[in-house]
């Protein structure tokens, strides 16, 4: 009969390494729907924007905090079912008369917040998502008409500033003007999004340009203009070599002069 069994320290050992290995599961539980919690604030920061906590977080606050409250019932749950279990082992008995309800329940509901999760992360997309990719990936020509580039920035429209600034410094490139757009519109009072005009060159590659197609010199120096739009998208817009060409019948073998602007925007936008 049950009650005639007596429980040795074995049987109290094993019930405690029990009771331990649930308190770990909590734990661990509590600490993984931390890192779910702030998972959305992580895609924020890989995406290089910038956004108050709440709104940072999204969706995955919520399955953070449910797996944290798991893990708290979990902790609580295992320790009644640790103290009941003791005592049917003072009285000669055994708990282990069916299988663990505590660990069948706690598969289900991690079964539906990892199905949850899964169907969140495939169905949200971020319009910027493409961002990590490179840059030219992105760019894109307008009609044939305009012939402008516009190629995606990761960084805000003054690093992008920055950075494009100190290439042009460190490949020699002279910096003829900087117009701040958005700047002189504020001076005007009218509000405008930050948009910036490099206007840069150099002569060894400018001059023999204009002597093979006198007309190019409308469109020298090369510029690239800085720019944000309306999702905060910063954008590096320039002429394209090929619309330069055909618009100013530039001899092939003289094209790479002006196309030396789609080498420097990648890298700026990187």
């Known amino acids: 009969m049950a009650g005639d069994r007596i429980s040795g320290p074995s049987d109290y050992l094993a019930a ?5 290995a649930w308190i770990r599961t909590g734990l661990a539980l509590m600490g993984f729907g931390f890192v779910v919690a702030r998972f959305g604030l992580f895609l924020e920061a890989l995406h290089g924007r910038s956004a108050s906590p709440l ?14 409250i798991v893990g708290i019932a979990v902790n609580l749950t295992s320790a009644q079912r640790h103290i009941r279990l003791v005592r049917e082992l003072e009285r000669g008995g055994s708990a282990f008369s069916r299988p663990s309800s ?31 990719q490179d ?30 600034e100190e290439i042009l410094e460190a490949k020699g490139v002279k910096l003829f003007a900087a117009v701040d757009h958005s700047g002189e519109a504020e001076k005007a009072g009218m509000r405008m999004r930050p948009t910036k005009l490099l206007i840069f060159g150099n002569p060894k ?25 309306a999702k905060a998208q910063v954008w590096i817009s ?12 530039v001899p092939p073998e003289l094209v790479q002069n002006i196309a030396v602007v789609q080498t420097l925007a990648a890298a700026a936008a990187q």
Do not use: C
Not at 16 to 20: N, V
Not at 205 to 229: F, H, N, Q, R, Y
């Open 16 to 20: 405690e390494r029990t009771f331990l």
């Open 205 to 229: 590659a400018g001059t023999p340009l204009m002597i093979a197609s006198p007309s190019i010199a409308i469109d020298l120096p090369l510029k690239v203009l800085i720019w944000e739009d």
């Open 135 to 164: 840059p030219q990936e992105k760019s894109m020509t307008a009609s044939p008409e305009t012939g402008i580039v516009n190629v995606s920035s990761r960084h805000s429209v003054d690093q992008t500033v920055q950075k494009f």
């Open 55 to 68: 709104q940072s977080y999204g969706v995955s606050v919520w399955f953070g905090t449910a797996l944290i």
């Open 238 to 249: 320039y002429n394209s070599a090929a619309y330069l060409q055909a618009r100013h019948k």
């Open 102 to 132: 505590l660990a069948v329940s706690i598969a289900v509901i991690l079964a539906v917040i990892g199905t949850a999760m899964a169907v969140y992360l495939i169905s949200v997309r971020d319009p910027q998502q493409s961002n990590i």
